[in-house]
């Protein structure tokens, strides 16, 4: 072939190739470089929790994976770091993490920072008491009475909103923080996600009751930065493999199953 000719294939081949490798500011750009940094909890049994050997267990352990591993991320390709309930957005926005898959629910406020795919899983708010406790029934009848939550979490804002005049909230970074109060006597329930609070029980089962009469719909969801259709779509349709293929199920089921929880149906996928 001519001198020509083989320059003109080659400079098209470099063009086509710049066609379709993605932005590498986009999710799909990062995830072409085989490395993603996923912020999730360290500290909420059954949805992600870093054991005492190093590893990270639990439902959105696994969904994390499932989709970093449909962007072409191994596990091993994953770098995990840990996200608070009040950090998560900024934890986006300013590049410390690629994704958030961390009890994440889906709110119109959050969706002005950054971006949702999902949901992956439903849950509402309840509350955690002591086991001997007969009084608090539900959150009408926490008048007067200190209840924990978490800064920065929708239910510390739920609450602040509608039990605010009736309430004394006390408020921590961590949930671990709220169940070592509760069972000090420092306060006298703990309020965020049924599926959560489940989770603490299986900790302390002899001690720990979760009331059972959900007050909120929390619909969680993965958390990407804001301006990314491609990136929204593509864990879009993940999730919506992982239930598909059952392993969706298959993670509940070991992982919250134990707790007790009842196993909801999975969501419809709605973000875009
Ligand atoms: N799902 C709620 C939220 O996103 C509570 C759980 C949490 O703090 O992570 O705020």
Redesign the pocket.
Known sequence: MPLVRVIAVLLLLTGLASCSSPDPNTLLGKADSGHLTIGI?FD?PGLAEHTLDGRFVGFDVDVAEFVAGQLGVKPSGITWRET??AT?ETDLTSGTVDLVV????I?DK?KQLIAFAGPYFE?G?DLLVRRSDTAITGPEALNGRRLC??T??????EVKARFAQAVQLVEYPR?PDCVTALLAGQVDAVT??GV?LAGYVTQNPELLKVVGKPFST?R?GIGLRKGDPQGQAALDDAIKKMIDTGRWADSLRANIGPSGYPLPAPPAVTER
């Open positions: 909890r909420q608070t309930s998560r961390a009890t994440y629910s709110t959050r849950t708010q939550s978490v920065g979490s929708t239910p510390a804002q949930y965020t996600d959560i929390e969680y």
